[in-house]
């Protein structure tokens, strides 16, 4: 359909290596976009370009640790110098140093989890914009998490700076409308990636996690990947501001 064709777009993907972000790269490379693949190495980001390229899509990689700052104007860099124009950016890099009881993080925990899940995705889209204007708009999604709305339990440090990136993307909905550049957020529930490992891979854990899943399962990152496929399209040419939720029906 041609309300979801992204041909001649080029789209930047953070945490591409394996799991969410592969799923998103391998979608949108399949409806015409041309990616970048970040991630803090490149031995991950080869794998997938060679997915994408195996496809018949085009990708290229770029190692870029968004937790630094310095990193990330490096990356934008490059992504001026070789494409000169940014149209779709997906924050999907995250991290959870922390699984246990708040109250016991430390302040480097924190300082680390807002790094990478606050302050990078910020930094991502402020660098983005000038990008995005010269080619007469853009979509970002910010890939957040339903801990964002029901906190998860031992996660509460990321659920903090989930909650935090959804306000993030309100703020940039509003503030990005004007310069036609559309802000929307992916709220994924469990999804079988080795991020989730803790839980998916504790047959205790996630026996209850998945009980409480109205779908009795886990999503596949795939099932991600269609969701964004339409925020960043003309399929969703009025969206902005919105969180898509993908849970299997847990915050029902």
């Known amino acids: 359909m041609k309300e979801f064709a992204l041909e001649n777009k080029v789209a930047l993907i953070t945490g591409a290596s394996r799991g969410i972000g592969e799923a998103i790269a391998m979608l949108l490379s399949k409806y015409g976009a041309h990616c970048i693949l970040v991630s803090r190495k490149t031995e991950g980001l080869e794998e997938v370009a ?23 104007e490096a990356l934008y860099k490059t992504v001026e110098e070789k494409f000169g124009r940014l149209d779709i950016l997906i924050n999907n890099a995250a991290t959870n140093p922390h699984f246990g009881e708040m109250i016991d993080a430390d302040i480097g925990i924190w300082d680390k989890t807002l790094d990478v899940n606050l302050k990078g995705p ?23 998490s339903v801990n964002g709305i029901r906190p998860g339990a031992f996660q509460g440090v990321y659920s903090v700076t989930k909650a935090a990136m959804i306000s993030m993307t ?37 026996k209850y996690v998945t009980s409480q899943i109205p779908m009795g399962r886990a999503a596949q990152p795939s099932e991600m990947a269609g969701a964004v496929l339409f925020l960043v399209s003309d399929a969703s040419s009025y969206t902005t501001g919105s969180c898509l939720v993908c849970d299997g029906g847990l915050l029902v």
């Open 50 to 72: 060679g997915k994408v390229r195996a496809s018949g899509g085009k990708a290229d990689i770029i190692a870029c640790n968004t937790g630094y700052p310095d990193q990330i």
């Open 122 to 144: 910020f930094l991502m889209i402020k660098y983005a914009v000038p990008l995005m204007v010269k080619g007469g708009g853009g979509a970002v999604v910010n890939v957040a």
């Open 170 to 206: 309100h703020v940039f909905a509003k503030e990005l409308a004007a310069k036609n550049i559309r802000v929307n957020a992916l709220l994924p529930g469990l999804t079988e990636t080795k991020f989730a490992s803790a839980i998916t891979g504790n047959a205790e854990i996630s």
